[in-house]
């Protein structure tokens, strides 16, 4: 029998999708065959896989990847589905994971050499564009510092695209404790700013970031609080060729972030 919106293994699931269910279980959603994926890659995160018998079909080497880890298969109904998702046009897969949290000694432990730090950085778009961007420029692991978005948040998890499996994910409180830790384990901190005294370009003409770095981003609206700034080793601006009065984060991250890649490399 498949699982209806009123079974209660749905309800309980479908209540991740407040914060406050997520902080106190330790579990979230993941929605779409490509997040599925990847968190089946990453063993003991999936907790249980729910899916229309159509999806699972189309699916089939997930759901066998699940059963072989000894992972619930549930099937349900195009109206559980519905719940679950929060997408208008879900894909018919969605799995109960647990937090990856790692605290931030351990992800600096591991010796990183490119660490996104994102303080205060609210919209759950921005942050998983921002977090899949430095997977992809090859961070290990990205810092959710201060008053920041929920990165177990839907539409973070969806933006992230997966990569949120692929890196260590830390919160920390404070910001300011962040750049302390990520200094003292030989990470250069540069925070990006357009009204820095430093130009990226300058910056890489002159190997400054060869070095093991923790950039340093802010939100769109408000961008780093003065002191945040003023803590790193320097506060860096994009160099803008063109009339365009700025950049928006997740692009001026991409082009920071990728500066550092290309050096390291």
């Known amino acids: 029998m498949l699982f209806t919106p009123r079974t209660p293994r749905v309800v309980a699931a479908r209540r991740l999708q407040r914060r406050r269910d997520r902080d106190a279980s330790g579990r979230f959603l993941a929605e779409g065959p490509q997040a599925v994926r990847e968190a089946l890659s990453r063993p003991g995160t999936v907790l249980e896989l729910f899916g229309t018998p159509a999806a699972l079909d189309r699916y089939a080497d997930l759901a066998a990847s699940a059963a072989g880890g000894d992972v619930p298969v549930s099937e349900v109904t195009d109206e559980a589905l519905a719940a679950l998702a929060e997408t208008v046009a879900p894909q018919g897969l969605v799995a109960v994971c647990r937090h990856l949290d790692v605290s931030l000694q351990v992800a600096l432990s591991r010796g990183p050499r490119l660490v996104a730090v994102l303080a205060g950085i609210r919209d759950p778009g921005n942050a998983g564009t921002v977090l899949r961007t430095a997977d992809a420029a090859g961070a290990t692991a990205v810092v959710f510092a201060g008053d920041a978005v929920d990165p177990y948040n839907g539409k973070c998890v969806r933006s992230s695209a997966g990569s949120l499996f692929h890196v260590d994910v830390v919160r920390e409180r404070d910001p300011a404790a962040t750049l302390t830790a990520a200094r003292a384990a030989g990470l250069t901190v540069l925070a990006a700013t357009g009204h820095g005294e430093s130009d990226l370009d300058e910056l890489v003409d002159a190997g400054r970031l060869a ?39 997740a692009a001026a991250a991409a082009v920071c972030l990728y500066a550092s890649a290309r050096a390291q490399r």
């Open 211 to 249: 070095a093991p770095t923790a950039w340093l981003f802010g939100s769109e609206a408000h961008g780093l609080p003065v002191e945040l700034a003023e803590a790193a080793d320097a506060r860096v601006r994009v160099p803008l060729h063109g009339r365009a009065e700025s950049l928006n984060l």
